[in-house]
């Protein structure tokens, strides 16, 4: 019987969460792409982005899914730090929706609604009514799955063991260590909510210990977000931490309300005192509505308080995702608007030869931590290639003189070049990650001829680069030599290589990364040379 009760429980439990999947996933693929343009777009109206927070989360039945789209706009420089901070905070309230729905007590007609929900995603042919589908579907098995999970506990009523570790939720510091330990195992709120839902209902738990219980809970969502967060930038770290501060100083102002005010539980509980699910369903709606309404005046203390504690660390290469030089009001004023691009472009420039320098490093050394910089620095340069070029798109729409017109045409090259560069950067990180995947070493000769034919590249990257800045086209000369030199050299290394080959003095895997190393080279060398060129229009 108790092997029985723990599958039931745990099979209940998978209904529930793949019920709320089902739910989130329809209602996204039907809002997704519309929501997402809202959430891009938010203004710095505070106010607008606790709304929009709020209705996303109501929509996608997930605090943790808002915070991770959070953390990824953040990281991606299409949002800023105070502004997700505004939607973290609307998206505790948007959390509520699914523990009011579970208080309804649906349980009686959820085998209806699951059974339509199934009719629709089968026989129905229009994606749209399928994806509608999917979003009865997960409704239904959202509270067959509860109710599933309420039955198997019912025995439990029963179990002296069981009823007395309940019992010592009443303590404020082991219902919320419970709370938090329990959501973060599960990661769902609303799936921990539902579940101390239910065994309110069995008379399992009374409001006085649940409390304590979804303080605890706020808490264990963030772990979701905490995660995403591993390995971004260090303001995607910090929107996690936001959603994290801003729910434990929640727990930390209501653990002191309860502690003055007691009465608010038997106040909560009058409210709908035949409903104990609704008693629950209410108390998380009063804690979140009110704590953001506490926090929403401070939430600037806040994001610098989280900016103290993980402050922007100076390792090797990073670069935030972030124009500097080019804004929309550049483009009021025509006579700037190129000097403008060209200094972003030196800095886009200056960026990738950067990466290419890191890349060598991470090469040579094995190194797979400069391997991850390598890769996050690449994509702060798409996002510089991205955001550059839609400003000289716009930039051709003001009045600008036909050879400047015709300058700007030659600056896309340029933006090409250098994010190929950096691409070329990543290929070798990724290089680096199969040698130390499949732990071969290269001959010294081969690491020899590499090392050489890299410093070439590196000075002819040098060189084009200071051209395009100063416009000095009488070293033009210089270049075409490097290239020249550089042309030699990687097909002297290939009658090297495949000599070594024929010797058996190199095998075949590493041989793969010797040529396509000497090919990144010649790439590299070759976009090089068009950067340089680029000035000639000047």
Known sequence: MGIYMVFSLLGGLGLFLYGMKLMSDG??????????????????????????????TALVQSSSATTVMMVGFVNAGLMSLSQAAGVIMGANIGTII?????????????????????????????RRLIQFGDIVLGFGMLFVGLTLMSESMVPLQEVEAFTSFLVNFKSPIVGVLAGALFTAVIQSSSASVGILQALAVMGLIGLDSAVYVILGQNIGTCITAIVSAIGTSTNSKRTAGIHLAFNVIGMMVYMVVLAVFPQLVDWVVSLSPDNAARQIANFHAIFN?????????VIDYIVRLVSIILPEKSTPGTVEKRLIYLDERIGQTPQIVLSQTIKELNRMGSITLENFKLSLEAFFGMDEQKVRSVMEIEKTVDFLSDNITRYMIAFRGIDLSDSDLVLLGQLHHAIIDMERISDRAENIAEYTLTLIDTKEKMSSQAIDELKTLS?????????????????????TETLLALKK???????????????????????????????????????IASHAVNIAYSVDVR
């Open 98 to 126: 699914t523990a009011q729905l579970i208080a309804f007590n649906l349980n009686d007609i959820a085998p209806v609604v699951l059974f339509i929900g199934m009719v629709m995603v089968m026989f129905l042919k229009r």
């Open 289 to 297: 509505i009110s704590v953001t309404i506490l926090l929403f005046p």
């Open 485 to 523: 030199e550089i042309d030699i050299m990687q097909d002297d290394y290939m009658d090297s290589h495949i000599r070594r080959l024929q010797d058996q003095h190199c095998r075949p895997h590493t041989g793969v990364v010797f040529t396509n190393m000497l090919a990144t080279f010649e790439r």
């Open 27 to 56: 209602l996204e693929k039907i809002a997704g792409d519309r929501m997402r343009r809202v959430l891009e777009v938010l203004t710095t109206n505070r106010f607008a982005a606790v709304g929009v927070g709020a209705a996303v």
């Open 455 to 475: 410093s070439k590249t590196m000075d002819i990257l040098k060189l084009s680069l200071d051209i395009f800045e100063t416009h000095d086209t009488h070293q």
